[in-house]
């Protein structure tokens, strides 16, 4: 069972983005379009801004995989959803190992959602653990990794007979 869905039973993720797919919500592939430019749309004018402790180095690991501070690790996991989505849809195939970097994530959030930060075990966690995070990356070919570039954007627009706004296309992709 992927760590999302247990989670999501055990604890109810309110995304930061309103546009975050639901677990196990279906799209067609022009909804999953629509919802990607209204996601990227929202995340442009809505920056996620990291603490000031963030900076410092001995958080420099934590910043770099993303689980920093409360709001970067919620656009995170928001963006994971979305590309979790677009390979429920279809876009590509989902890289085996692509949702371990999910299960740290649902157990980092609970913590700083709950007040705490225990950001030394957690930067031992991911100095020792942290190629296993993104071990996918290393498996997968670019071109097969989720997520759209502004040309394969454009590219399963057409193939799907999607025309979206281009001014929101180029807010997206900017």
Not at 31 to 49: D, G, H, T, V
Not at 77 to 105: K, N, R
Not at 150 to 167: H, V
């Amino acid at each position: 069972m992927p760590a999302q869905i247990f989670y999501k039973e055990v604890f109810m993720y309110q995304p930061r983005n309103p546009y975050t797919p639901q677990q196990g919500e279906a799209f067609t592939p022009q909804q999953y379009l629509s919802r990607y430019l209204y996601f990227y749309r929202w995340e442009a004018e809505n920056k996620s801004e990291h603490l000031q402790t963030c900076s410092l180095d001995n958080r420099f690991e934590l910043l770099k995989n993303g689980f920093c501070c409360l709001g970067y690790l919620k656009q995170y996991i928001d963006s994971q959803l979305l590309e979790v989505a677009g390979c429920q849809t279809g876009f590509w195939v989902e890289p085996v190992g692509f949702q371990v970097w999910l299960s740290f994530a649902w157990k980092r959030l609970e913590e700083l959602e709950e007040g705490h930060d225990y950001f030394e075990l957690w930067d031992k966690t991911l100095r020792k653990e942290g190629r296993e995070f993104f071990a996918w990356m290393e498996n997968t070919p670019f071109v097969n990794r989720p997520g759209f570039s502004a040309y394969s954007f454009l590219d399963a627009c057409r193939k799907y007979s999607f025309q979206p706004d281009t001014t929101l296309v180029s807010i997206c992709f900017d």
